[in-house]
């Protein structure tokens, strides 16, 4: 019997994952972004939804028992019914049955974190992403490392806001140092977040990203009085693109200048998706 129930429940497992797409378009989610444009971004919502339909299958599960329980035991009269002291083989399957579920949800979570958190080696673009109050550098590296060399670099200002142009479909390793304070890079699309931290530390992830597009990219950590404008531009582009773009900034073109390089003229040269502030010190230097 308990085999049968554990083999129900990895089987109810696998098939939620396997379903979870599906499941969670109809239920917008179940309340986890959607949209994701990374390999990782979509294991994550695929355990998402795995877990709550898990969870509300064991929670139809027990409601089932309650009103069984209310309905077929309500008091039919004034006699006192037979009384039971203990029954072994339901406190056996009340032991076991949750035991079996959190170990199964706990393995795939284990998975699904594992995989997230995955680096390689020889990833196929390193950046650095150097935070600073309040904006962002880009560093594009040679490989891995700290003792890497830096080939071509973006830096935002006030005036500008830097983008972070990055190929589909290649492993991108994100290396990630703060000069001044702790930061946060996030972009939501990625579904994952992770701080910058000052010092010594270089927090990294790895991410694969499937669609093109262009997404704005923000600070996630409260890191002074202009944190909320601390924002860039993730632009993904084919890999023949990104290759002309990265050629385009190491024979000294600027980030606009390299942006028309791969067909992004006008206004696309610059950043869609969020816009330049003004702050109080360019304001006082103009009327200085």
Not at 127 to 143: I, L, M, T
Not at 240 to 259: D, N
Not at 276 to 283: L, M, N
Request: with cysteine; aromatic share 12%; net charge negative.
């Amino acid at each position: 019997m308990l085999r049968r129930i554990g083999g129900f429940i990895t089987v109810a497992g696998l098939a939620s994952l396997l379903a979870g797409c599906d499941v969670g378009e109809t239920f917008d989610g179940f309340g986890w972004p959607q949209g994701g444009i990374s390999q990782q971004s979509e294991k994550m919502y695929d355990l998402w939804i795995a877990s709550v339909v898990a969870a509300l299958a064991v929670g139809f599960f027990v409601w089932g028992l309650i009103f069984w329980c209310v309905v077929r035991y309500r008091k039919r009269g004034t006699d006192l019914p037979v009384q039971t002291r203990f029954n072994l083989p339901i406190e056996v399957l009340y032991t076991v049955l949750p035991f079996l579920v959190v170990s199964v949800l706990f393995y795939y979570t284990a998975v699904i974190q594992t995989n997230v958190n995955q680096v390689s080696a020889n990833p196929n673009v390193t950046v650095e992403v150097v935070a600073f109050k309040w904006n962002w550098q880009f560093n594009y590296r040679s490989g891995p490392g700290e003792a890497a060399k830096t080939e071509a670099s973006v830096t935002g200002t006030s005036s500008l806001i830097p983008l972070l142009v990055v190929p589909t479909g290649r492993t991108i390793l994100f290396e990630e140092h703060s000069k001044d304070v702790i930061h946060s890079f996030w972009v939501p699309e990625l579904l994952f977040k992770r701080d910058v931290f000052p010092g010594s530390t270089r927090n990294e992830f790895q991410v694969t990203i499937e669609e093109e597009g262009r997404y704005v990219g923000r600070c996630a950590e409260l890191c002074g009085t202009y944190h909320s404008m601390m924002n860039f531009e993730l632009v993904s582009v084919s890999p023949e693109k990104f290759e002309q773009y990265l050629a385009a900034l190491k024979s000294g073109k600027t980030q606009p200048e390299a942006m028309e390089a791969i067909g992004f003229t006008g206004d696309k040269a610059y950043a869609v998706t969020t816009e330049p502030f003004e702050t109080k010190r360019d304001s006082k230097a103009a009327n200085s």
